[in-house]
């Protein structure tokens, strides 16, 4: 079984919708989760970390589920710039270790107008 | 600010030759990590570096080497190419964060072996 698992996509939406995405890890034992955000040829960037009450940066919302190991985020009306991969990554260190960090294989969306 | 820097960008190689990937970060980072990005596959962990002069091998390290002489530079070396070996190599580095190590990537190099 693969450390991280998503949804690959694509999903494909309008301007203007919600869009949720769902990531589910192996390692019980995980302390560090975070959304990437991959552009088409680019770098991954960090988008958001996920913390256990959940989070909110804009119109991005973090959770995280630890009962049943996974994470989710919802993006609010979409915008065109959008468009991208999102890596769902989770880090299974603790404390002061450096840990592995594990990256899924991406899920894939397209916001159109 | 550079960041992350990785050269080069771009390379051919033929089967069976060497070349030297080079990262520069100059945001002081202890951690230091190479990854492939392969189509389908998300980003798998070559080798990586906790600090200067320690390496470790990641998940697929299998066909390369590293060496972090100088805390700013993580080099990855490939010693005899193989087409299983083209993919998107990129580079990251973060800092001694306790348990959420972010990490900052380079733009990536292409690598295309024939």
């Known amino acids: 079984r693969k450390e991280v698992e998503q949804d690959p996509g694509p999903f494909n939406v309008p301007e203007g919708a919600t869009v949720a995405f769902n990531c589910t890890y192996s390692?019980?034992?995980?302390?560090?989760f975070f959304w990437y955000r991959q552009d088409c040829r680019k770098e991954p960037k960090l988008l958001m970390s996920?913390?256990?009450s959940g989070n909110e940066d804009g119109r991005f919302t973090a959770q995280l589920n630890r009962a049943s190991q996974y994470i989710s985020l919802l993006i609010r009306d979409s915008k065109l710039s959008d468009s991208a991969t999102y890596l769902c990554v989770v880090n299974n260190g603790r404390g002061s270790t450096l840990g592995r960090l594990y990256f899924g294989r991406g899920t894939q969306l397209t916001v159109w107008p | 600010n550079a960041g992350v820097t990785q050269t080069p960008k771009f390379r051919v190689l033929k089967t069976g030759q060497s070349m030297t990937l080079l990262c520069a970060q100059d945001?002081?980072?202890?951690?230091m990590y190479w990854y492939r990005q392969d189509p389908g596959m998300g980003l798998r962990l070559i080798h990586y570096s906790v600090g200067e002069g320690t390496t470790a091998k990641g998940e697929v390290p299998d066909g390369y080497n590293v060496s972090r002489l100088k805390k700013q530079n993580f080099l990855l070396g490939l010693e005899s190419a193989a087409p299983s070996q083209t993919s998107v190599y990129f580079c990251?580095?973060?800092?001694?964060?306790?348990?959420?190590?972010?990490?900052?990537f380079g733009a990536g190099s292409r690598l295309t072996v024939l």
């Open positions: 996920v913390y256990s």
């Open positions: 390692n019980s034992a995980s302390q560090s």
């Open positions: 945001m002081n980072h202890e951690y």
């Open positions: 990251a580095s973060s800092r001694r964060v306790s348990g959420a190590n972010v990490l900052t």
